[in-house]
């Protein structure tokens, strides 16, 4: 249960770190446009370029190009830049003066143990960037500098939520305060963890260097069709029940990837398709992929025709992100005793 005292209020972003794949969709942003729908909730999404240069250099113009193509993937799904508040991270600065307070509350030992930073640090450790470790720091700033109560991600960020949590508690203890929320994470769907078409067993994601694992919601109907119609699978046909799937992760991944399109459980299309080859399968879920994703990549393609258009939606997002940013910051600087 949320605490009433706060607003409710969901926070979700995304690094532009590339273009957005079927993953980023049926992940998060799905949930995003649910989330503004109902109307429950003010919902305040965000294109978190600061978190985008901590894994690696991104070329200046690059990163530009790709934090306006994800603002016109997340209008394009649904998105409504006037009931959403959108924006990208590095105008409103708030959540790094944020982030700086979370690095002093944040221990050396909670950060190393985060899974996303051994994954992406490896072994060669000794020569990741500092904001790479201090990442989940700068997450947590960027959901509590809004005070928000839900957060709707993937399954791969359960971790860095339950970090977010423990900043805020620890906050509120040592400053023996009721003063940040203890969010909760939103990981709903039946394709919380979409997998690479060509190894089930590895996240698909936006940054790995061969495309035939991912499908980006860029891709045009022929090149979605490709893509799946190339997905490894194994040689047996669908099984008849979900228990049947185990060990089988590429499969697994298909039948989630159909469900969370169709919006049924993975249950229900194993029921409606027990038997089937992968060969048919795979025509199924291609037709549904194109129906569902089609109109995402042409409405992007407009969208981007105009990016002083976009650019205003951030300015102006912007803006409005500042409205609730800045007292909440302010407020958390006077806790903390900084002179004012
Ligand atoms: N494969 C996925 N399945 C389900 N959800 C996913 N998300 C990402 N990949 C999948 C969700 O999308 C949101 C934004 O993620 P992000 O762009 O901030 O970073 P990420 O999780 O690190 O995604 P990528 O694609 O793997 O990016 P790179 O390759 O740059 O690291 C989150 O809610 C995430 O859960």
Redesign the pocket.
Known sequence: MSDPKFTPRVF????P??G?????Y????KRWVDMQNAGTHQTIYCM?DL??IT?KLQDPDTLRESTREVCAGYIAAGIDPERSILFNQSQVAEHTQLAWIFNCVARMGWMGRMT?WKD?AGKNAENASLGLFAYPALMAADILVYHATHV??????KQHLELTRDIAAKFNHDYGVDFFPITEPVIEGA?????NLQDGTK??????PSDRTRINLTDDADTIAKKIRKAKTDPDPLPDTIKGLDGRPEARNLVNIYAGLAEVTPAEVVAQHAGSQFGHFKVALADLAVEKLASISSEMARLMDDKAEIDRILRRGAERAREIASPILDQTYDIVGMLR
């Open positions: 979700s972003g995304m690094q770190s590339g957005l794949t079927l993953g980023n049926l992940g998060a942003m978190v978190h985008a894994a996303q992406k709707p991600v993937g399954e791969d960020q394709a919380t963890r979409v997998m996240k698909m994601s936006k940054s790995d």
